[in-house]
């Protein structure tokens, strides 16, 4: 049984337990000026290894990018 | 001549120009454009990374030399644009924000209703509140009430460089609080960003007048010099308008030439 995820407006499968920590290691996401929202709520960077995604979580994961 | 540093947050900065990181040919331009700029402040947005997550736009910028000031742009209201600063904020880009609320699409005029909301919020939650807004003195007064560390009134829409389109707003927003002016879109060229800091405004934001022209580099350092020089001339006290000539030479002591 895998888990059913959106990432960045993205559906993904994930193994059942991966925490926040997982899927950015999973993405090799950079994590300096990174943050993360799972369901619109902010995710703060201590709790990435505690936080466990579940079925249907939406998670978001910005970083700065070009802008005016 | 001396004068007094930018005052933002409680931070100081000697440089009254304030620019974006959008839309450079390459991110080797806008580097040396921001160093051409002489800026001290640089505009960012926040979006989602893609993936897989390659280049940085920070890999470019020197974040110990530069304050980054993440910008809310692309929000529409004010629940996502608050949400965004708390996510800048979390991804440990500071508490300094550019708040942008969008109206609508097309003009990329403020929702001032929204930003109003946004700013007291998000002043209660100790940002330094930046917020970009109409050339509106009333509303201007009404966001430094609600909290806000500066306020910058558009020149003219986002990335249109038609320039400061109503100066005598501006002046009466300059009468109207107290706390800084900036200036934030609208600038097409030099003389733009000349003309704001005349008007006795406490800074320039700008993006496409460097990043769109075809000179990036050369162009962020006309607009240093620009705000240098507006700046100058607004602290020496310009002269007076008049509608006829004072000669500048004096008038006795002419040869007689009469035969």
Known sequence: MSVKINVNGKPMDVEPGLTVEGLLTLLAVKREYTAVAVNREITPKATYAAVTLNEGDKVEIVRPMGGG | MYDTNLVLGGKEFTSRLIVGTGKYSTMDVMRDAHEASG??????AVRRVSLPSGESILDYIDTKRYTLLPNTAGCYSADEAIRTCYLAREAGLGEMVKLEVIGDQRTLF?????????????????????????????????LQDAGAACVMPLGAPIGSGLGIRNPYNIKIILESVTVPVI?????????????????????????????????????????????????????????????????SSPLEGLPDWTS
Request: aromatic residues 4%; contains cysteine.
């Open chain 2, 110 to 142: 403020p929702d001032v209703i929204g930003l109003l909301e946004a700013t007291r919020t998000l002043a209660r939650e100790g940002f330094t509140v930046m917020p970009y807004t109409n050339d509106d003195p009333i509303m201007a007064k009404k």
């Open chain 2, 183 to 247: 200036v934030d879109a609208g600038v097409g060229t030099a003389s733009d960003a000349a003309i704001a800091m005349e008007l006795g405004c406490d800074g320039v934001l700008m993006n496409t007048a460097i990043a769109g022209s075809r000179d990036a580099v050369s162009m962020a350092k006309a607009m240093k010099l620009a705000v240098e020089a507006g700046r100058l001339a607004y602290k020496s006290g310009r002269i007076g308008k008049k509608l006829y000539a004072t000669a």
């Open chain 2, 39 to 44: 800026t001290e402040i640089i505009t960012v």
